[in-house]
């Protein structure tokens, strides 16, 4: 399994969204999916590798995150 420090936070990546659907309450609107879980780690347990899609999310003002 990937170590804390190589795992993705999906909380930061600008593909991430919380869904409406209480059984499946996160999202990927890269990949298109929903899942329980976050869907970089749903992403991992398929295919072993880290989540290709991540994309840093911009801060509010436009600039690169925090």
């Not at 795992?7 to 899942?35: M, Q, V």
């Amino acid at each position: 399994m990937a170590e804390d420090k190589d795992r993705i936070d999906c909380l930061h990546c600008a593909h991430f969204y919380i869904t409406w659907d209480e059984r499946n309450p996160r999202g990927c609107k890269a990949l298109g999916f929903k899942s329980k879980e976050a869907p970089s780690a749903v992403v991992f347990r398929s295919s072993g590798m880290a989540c290709q899609m991540f994309e840093k999310k911009k801060d509010r003002r436009g600039r690169g995150g925090a």
